[in-house]
T-cell receptor, first 113, second 112 residues
Framework: EPEVTQTPSHQVTQMGQEVILRCVPI?????FYWYRQILGQKVEFLVS????????KSEIFDDQFSVERPDGSNFTLKIRSTKLEDSAMYFC???????????FGPGTRLTVT | GENVEQHPSTLSVQEGDSAVIKCTYS??????FPWYKQELGKGPQLIID?????GEKKDQRIAVTLNKTAKHFSLHITETQPEDSAVYFC???????????FGRGTSLIVHP
């Protein structure tokens, strides 16, 4: 069964460093999403991406964040200058149509020290 | 914006018992309510969903009920098994973007 994959599973970085989290959505999907979950808190929407552009973003998704689909398979989330409060689990998701089920990847645990 | 509250945060049951998880939402325009199961080391997986034009939906041992007037919805798992042990999230969203707002999650532990 096709699945969303994410790399790395765990990323440790120092405050102020740039990180890129990578996702490979399911191949025939058209809508892509990033969510984050701070430990013990709710899963929060960051951004949605369709047709090579951002379709919606939350207040969390400020100028420090960017997304890109550099080729036909990868979908990346970049954090330019990480802060301690960026430490969280980051989930990528994809779907064929926004009316339908979103398929989530296993997540990347980001630890900022 | 939408706010989803979920209770309880932890639920411990014996194998074979039923489990009920309850959620409330704040935005009366929300019309799609998915439930996700998250096992250790994995991302959330949709297990059942309900749209606002129905009051109940069943899929084998899992059922979801929706009360639009009271703005609450519940997940019912019957004849629980140890493999049902996981974190369950409710969510609410509305037409247009269908971006879900999640509850805080319920850790379900089923003891053999």
């Amino acid at each position: 069964e096709p699945e969303v994959t994410q790399t790395p599973s765990h990323q440790v970085t120092q405050m102020g460093q740039e990180v890129i989290l990578r996702c490979v959505p399911i191949s025939n999907h058209l809508y892509f999403y990033w969510y984050r979950q701070i430990l013990g808190q709710k899963v929060e929407f960051l951004v949605s991406f369709y047709n090579n552009e951002i379709s919606e973003k939350s207040e969390i998704f400020d100028d420090q964040f960017s997304v890109e689909r550099p080729d036909g398979s990868n979908f990346t989330l970049k954090i330019r200058s990480t802060k301690l409060e960026d430490s969280a689990m980051y989930f990528c998701a994809s779907t064929t149509d926004r009316n339908y089920e979103q398929y989530f990847g296993p997540g990347t645990r980001l630890t900022v020290t | 914006g939408e706010n989803v509250e979920q209770h309880p945060s932890t639920l411990s049951v014996q194998e074979g018992d039923s489990a009920v998880i309850k959620c409330t939402y704040s935005d009366s325009a929300s019309n799609y309510f998915p439930w996700y199961k998250q096992e250790l080391g994995k991302g959330p997986q949709l297990i059942i969903d309900i749209r606002s034009n129905v009051g109940e939906k069943k899929d084998q041992r899992i059922a979801v009920t929706l009360n639009k007037t009271a703005k609450h919805f519940s997940l019912h798992i019957t004849e629980t098994q140890p493999e049902d042990s996981a974190v369950y999230f409710c969510a609410a969203s509305k037409g247009g973007s269908y971006i879900p707002t999640f509850g805080r999650g319920t850790s379900l532990i089923v003891h053999p």
